[in-house]
């Protein structure tokens, strides 16, 4: 009896620990954007396969002291995206479809949220 009850709780905290260290979810595909570089030139950049539920704020531009925003961002993941004006998901946003056009230049962001699929 008492093996019983030892086997099923070890079966349990191994179920547990399976869920706890399942990888999160990733968009499969590309987000891709443009910046000014240190010498004022576009630069493109690219997130390749980015986390769904976590807030992006894009290295090159998060300093919003020293640099302008990123531009003409292009979701060609398989997720919806959100692209904020401000870092870390703040400002304005904007939902880009999946595997949508490139966006004009004239769309700023500083950072991106992903979403599940469906959202």
Request: one cysteine or more; aromatic letters at 6%; proline letters at 8%.
């Amino acid at each position: 009896m008492r093996l019983r009850h030892t086997v099923t709780a070890a079966c349990g905290a191994l179920a547990l620990a399976a869920v706890l260290a399942a990888p999160a979810f990733a968009a499969q595909g590309d987000f891709g954007y443009r910046f000014a570089g240190p010498d004022g030139k576009p630069r493109s950049a690219v997130l390749h396969h980015p986390e769904t539920g976590k807030c992006v704020t894009l290295p090159e531009v998060a300093d919003q002291g020293a640099s302008e925003p990123a531009f003409a961002p292009h979701n060609d993941t398989d997720a919806p995206a959100l692209v904020f004006t401000g870092r870390d998901c703040g400002g304005d946003s904007w939902k880009l479809r999946p595997h949508g056009r490139p966006a004009t230049d004239r769309l700023k962001l500083r950072s991106v949220l992903f979403l599940e699929k469906g959202d």
